[in-house]
């Protein structure tokens, strides 16, 4: 724009460095109007992305414990199932030493697999009281106590060989659970 085209007393904001436009009065208040609009808007937007977010991260990391939990009790399973068995081929082996009686390899072969299919019976019990015991320092306090007691009566039922008993109490555990992992 030419000197002489331009309004008087206006000059060419590129040609003065440092010095703003006038701006209206009427029109920086309506500018700063629409950007506090704008503002409000992409912190509605955030909270709103936030808020879809964390339940998905919440998820993910949920997952990935339990993926680490389930490797865990897999890995302890195993060592467990190897005590079990190296238990029964002692008690074996202790009995035919103390001249109690001599086992055949089918009668050891037996107590394996008795060993073995109580570890097996157990284990859903265990998992159940596994299960509990990671959610009893997220969950209020009498939860915690009535989960607390649950866990209590399974560990004594199984030790004292009362597997009927210490079902009753996993199923009654189960639908405890239920409803605390729902409502995480």
Not at 2 to 18: I, L, R
Not at 114 to 119: C, E, G, Q
């Amino acid at each position: 724009m030419s000197e002489a085209a331009q309004p008087c007393g206006a000059s060419d904001p590129a040609e003065s460095p440092g010095r703003e436009p006038v701006v209206p009065p009427e029109a920086r208040q309506e500018i700063e109007a629409v950007l506090s609009a704008f503002r409000q808007g992409v912190d509605k937007v955030q909270q709103q992305a936030q808020g879809w977010l964390d339940p998905l991260v919440r998820d993910r990391d949920r997952l990935r414990d339990d993926l680490a939990d389930q490797r865990e009790s897999q890995q302890r399973s195993w060592v467990e199932l190897l005590l079990d068995v190296r238990d029964a081929l002692a008690r074996g082996a202790a009995a035919a030493a103390l001249g109690d009686r001599q086992y055949s390899p089918q009668e050891i072969s037996a107590m394996i697999l008795r060993a073995l299919k109580d570890r097996a019976d157990d284990g859903p019990v265990l998992e159940l009281v596994r299960r509990a015991r990671a959610l009893l320092p997220e969950i209020p306090s009498q939860d915690r106590d009535e989960l607390t007691g649950l866990i209590n009566q399974i560990d004594e039922a199984l030790q004292s060989g009362q597997p009927d008993r210490a079902g009753d109490t996993a199923r009654e555990l189960e639908e405890i659970l239920f409803y605390l992992e729902e409502a995480r």
